[in-house]
Structure formats: C-alpha cells, structure tokens
C-alpha cells in the first residue's frame, strides 16, 4: 500500500512540477530549495540516530539494549520516511535541471546530476537494507567482512556523495 502511494505520488510530482515550471517559475525554485533543505534535515537527522548505533554496534559506544532497539527503530521509519520524501521531491530537481537552463550541454550536465542523486540516495537506502535487520554485536567472521562492507557504503560513502551531489545542483540553481 505504502509503494502505491509513492509510485502515485512519484507521478504527481512530476505532472506537477512540469505544469508549475510553464505558469510560475519562481515557485517551483522556492519549492525546489525548500525541498532541498528538508532533505538534508532528513539526512541530519538519519545520521543522529545512525551514528550512535553504528558505534554501539562495533563496541566504541555503551548505550542499553532497549535504547538500541529503539534507535534501530527510528533509523528504520526514517529511512522508510526519507524514501518518500525523496520521491516526492526527485521530480522538482530533475525538470529544473532540466528545464532551467538555456543550454544543452548544461541540461545534461544537470539532468545527470539530478540522475546521479536518485540513484546515491536509493544506494543509500540499499545499502541499509542490505545490512541484517538486528545486527548483532558478536558478528561470525565471515559475516562481518560483508556486513562492514556495507557499513562503510551505508555509513559514510554513500550519505557523503549523495548530500555533496545534492548540495552542488542547488548550488547551481541557486547561483542565477
């Protein structure tokens, strides 16, 4: 049910933002940077939960299990959270990017930008994902290469590129 609303969703967003770029530009950028700044208020906060857990989970901090618990909780719903968040404002980066400047080359360069932010910010979801749900602390040797591996992209990798790509298109805009 959750998936339907963000494929609808995903869909009105990008109706919207094609019908409001034609009537009122100024709108959708207003729209476009606010956006921008709940997305990373979303990532700040994400990464208030996750860091703590991350060092709690490889033994650098002490925190109680069933505080644990709960922060793997709310990293969780606001991972799932962000997702949505993310499709529903994707649509307005992309048809600005698109459609804002007055060259080609600068369309493509910023229509692939916008691209490449979608797929650092679904990697990052992946890469959560990817992690087992309830990682124990006391991981068999095999299984903590691979789910460290995934720590590293989850944790620093992918949140950094994806904000830094984030941040340099609203850059962009934001400059003319």
Do not use: N
């Amino acid at each position: 049910m959750f998936a339907l609303f963000e494929v609808v969703g995903f869909c009105a967003a990008f109706v919207y933002a094609i019908v409001t770029w034609r009537r009122d530009r100024e709108r959708i950028l207003r729209i476009l940077f606010w956006g921008g700044r709940i997305v990373f208020l979303w990532v700040s906060v994400a990464a208030a939960v996750g860091v703590p857990l991350f060092l709690y989970r490889f033994r650098h901090l002490q925190l109680g299990p069933a505080l644990a618990s709960t922060l793997a909780q709310v990293h969780h719903y606001l991972g799932h959270l962000f997702i949505t968040a993310f499709v529903l404002f994707w649509p307005l980066l992309f048809v600005t990017s698109v459609a804002r400047p007055e060259t080609a080359p600068r369309k493509v360069l910023l229509g692939g930008a916008a691209i490449v932010s979608l797929l650092l910010f679904l990697f990052l979801s992946f890469t959560g994902y990817a992690l087992p749900p309830q990682m124990p602390r006391e991981l068999p040797r095999a299984e903590a290469a691979h789910a460290l591996r995934f720590v590293i992209l989850h944790v620093v990798l992918a949140p950094v590129f994806a904000v830094t790509t984030l941040a340099l298109i609203l850059w962009r805009h934001a400059r003319r």
